[in-house]
């Protein structure tokens, strides 16, 4: 399984912005897939996770009420929607897919895709 994030961009405070996660492979559908974010000079976060059936979904503590997981597994795509962004939400921002299922939310990711930066001013 190949991962890609896009969408990223340069946000005022208080904007909007949507990230995508698209797949190679149908099999993806059937994955778990978590959202990350690395801020420069700090470690990787976890975001956010949504399962390959949709019936659940979680969040950090830091995002919840402003951003929003959802997949369309026609299309193989894994959707961010982040609102009532912060300047503390700058980061590059990665998704990964769980393919073991083992646990819930995921602990191990296999798949990681490449980085989107999303910059957010103040």
């Known amino acids: 399984v190949q991962l890609q994030a896009s969408g990223g961009g340069l946000v005022q405070a208080g904007g909007s912005l949507r990230l995508s996660c698209a797949a190679s492979g149908h099999i993806f559908n059937t994955y778990d897939v978590g959202w990350f974010r690395q801020a420069p000079g700090k470690e990787r976060e976890f975001v956010a996770a949504?399962?390959?059936?949709?019936?659940?979904?979680y969040y950090a503590d830091s995002v919840k009420d402003r951003f929003i997981i959802s997949r369309d597994n026609a299309k193989n795509t894994v959707y961010l929607q982040m609102n009532s962004l912060k300047s503390e939400d700058t980061a590059v921002y990665y998704c990964a897919a769980d393919s073991s299922l083992k646990n819930w939310p995921p602990r191990v990711y296999d798949y990681w895709g490449q980085g989107t930066q999303v910059t957010v001013s103040s």
């Open positions: 949504i399962s390959w059936a949709r019936g659940s979904i």
